[in-house]
């Protein structure tokens, strides 16, 4: 196999471990980057590789591991709630379009991995989600197959504490966020409260360059007020649009503008028949991988007055 054909077999499979690890696809590719310019290196020096793939997977989890333990101070510093940048994956043209696609890609259970450590959540994605076997973990993170067992059990516990799994089938899934989207354009606030949990929690990331929620908003009349009257008052700027897209495995829409620039992703976390949560990126800086996006400001001038 030639060596650039190689690359584009394994870039795949590390930018899907990089990107979970990481909740970003610009950190997450770079971190790729970085990874395949050591493999490149190593086979240039001769360096005895066993598996390409496997020495990979290695410095990729480490870099990654490294990356969180800066990104977390940084992440203190953040204005607002942080959410993962999105990714589309109704669509072939995503950078995860080969890499496993499961409820791991959820923004759910991303946002629910930053309450681990770097090396909890390396062990927990490499043995749970692309089933590495300890002895591989071990040796990928550095530890012995006693701490990697132990570092699982913990981030298991936590995760199951803090969130338990409601099962939806996708059809159940689907229309529930068809009504949702059509309810909130049509200002049906009973409507769109029948279908929310009566905890549902709404959070919104505008890392501080466009206006957003500064924490998250909690109860189910609470945040059906603040959809209709939102996504009611962004409709009526002239050319604003809602398109359905699956988004991060969930279902959600693009909101757009005239030009089908990108003014923000809203994704739905459904589960036991119910809208358990609701995630807003609207930070341009997040958004920019999926294509161009719009200019808030401009935005807001050509809105009709009243709005």
């Known amino acids: 196999m030639a060596v650039q054909e190689l690359y ?15 909740g970003s696809v610009s950190e997450a590719e770079d971190v790729v980057q970085e990874g395949l310019l050591r493999l490149h290196r190593a086979l240039q020096d001769g360096q005895p590789l066993e598996s390409p793939r496997a020495y990979l997977s290695t410095v990729v989890t480490r870099l990654a591991i490294d990356h969180l333990r800066s990104a977390r101070v940084r992440r203190e510093t953040y204005a607002g709630e942080w959410l993962p940048e999105p990714i589309i994956t109704d669509s072939t043209d995503d950078p995860a379009q080969q890499a496993e ?7 759910a259970f991303l946002v629910l991995l930053e309450s681990l450590s770097p090396e909890q ?7 749970d989600v692309f089933d590495y076997d300890y002895a591989q973990v071990a040796e990928i993170i550095g530890k012995s197959q006693d701490n990697v067992r132990q570092l699982a059990t913990r981030a298991r516990r936590h995760l199951e504490q803090a969130r338990p799994r409601f099962q939806t089938t996708r059809e159940q899934r689907d229309e529930l966020a068809r009504r949702f989207f059509a309810a909130a354009q049509e200002g049906d606030l009973a409507g769109l409260e029948a279908l929310l949990a009566h905890d549902v929690e709404l959070t919104a990331d505008g890392g501080g360059k466009v206006p957003a929620l500064k924490r998250p908003l909690r109860g189910r009349n609470r945040v059906a007020r603040t959809l209709v009257n939102g996504i009611r008052a962004a409709t009526r700027i002239p050319g604003v649009h809602l398109r359905p897209a699956e988004i991060n495995r969930s279902p959600g829409a693009l909101l757009l503008d005239g030009s089908e620039r990108l003014i ?7 589960g036991r028949g ?24 401009s935005l807001l001038r050509t809105r009709p007055p009243g709005v």
Do not use: C
């Open 121 to 127: 959540r390396a062990v927990l994605l490499l043995h």
């Open 264 to 270: 923000g992703v809203m994704v739905l976390d459904i």
């Open 8 to 22: 584009a077999e394994l870039r795949p499979g590390a930018f899907a471990i990089a990107y979970r690890m990481l």
């Open 101 to 107: 696609m499961a409820d791991s890609l959820s923004l």
């Open 274 to 297: 119910q809208i358990q949560a609701i995630s807003s990126i609207v930070n341009p800086d997040k958004l920019a991988h999926l294509g161009p996006t719009a200019d808030h400001k």
